[in-house]
């Protein structure tokens, strides 16, 4: 740590902290839902309430953990603006199919070729249409993983470019 500080200024030091919580934070729930889907609802069979854990999980206590995060660095004395594009960042890695990748690949499994029980997820219906495929499909969910990290690369490039 201490030759984080001697290397890196402040605000820059601070940032990289800040985003070190949003991916631990957001690996973390990838584990979990991993961990959960796995170990309780598929012994049990209970594959039907897996969207209600989902929708709990990841449209609220996410959000939440997310929103902390961000209201922290804030807070701390960040900028507001990269509090709120770090959670903008987390929710495009929730909800635009980076988690739904990587629930398979850091576990060492390939993803599926049909993801049917992702349809209801419009953004990965479209990337899986632009790959000529339908419904949504491995295929689809690995341009919309690439075009999401592309989006929060350049967001990320536009604030940082404006600050320094």
């Known amino acids: 740590m201490e030759n984080l500080n001697r290397r890196l200024p402040n605000g820059l030091r601070s940032f990289v902290l800040f985003q070190a919580c949003l991916l631990s934070a957001f690996l973390g ?38 929103a902390c995060i ?3 660095y804030w807070l701390g004395g960040g900028s507001w603006k990269f509090s709120l594009a770090g959670f903008v960042e987390s929710m495009i890695f929730t909800h635009s199919g980076i988690e739904d990748y990587l629930y398979y690949v850091l576990f060492g ?52 470019r404006r600050v320094h």
């Open 109 to 160: 499994e390939r993803v599926p070729r049909l993801l049917t029980w992702l349809s209801w997820n419009g953004y990965l219906i479209k990337t899986s249409q632009l790959a000529g495929l339908f419904p949504v499909t491995s295929e689809g969910l690995e341009l919309a993983v690439v075009l999401s990290i592309l989006f929060v690369g350049v967001m990320w490039g536009i604030l940082l």
């Open 70 to 72: 961000g209201l922290a």
């Open 29 to 66: 729930f990838v584990y979990a839902d991993r961990v959960t889907v796995e170990m309780v609802f598929k012994p049990l069979e209970a594959i039907e309430q897996i969207w209600i854990f989902h929708h709990v999980f990841f449209q609220v206590l996410a959000t939440i953990v997310f």
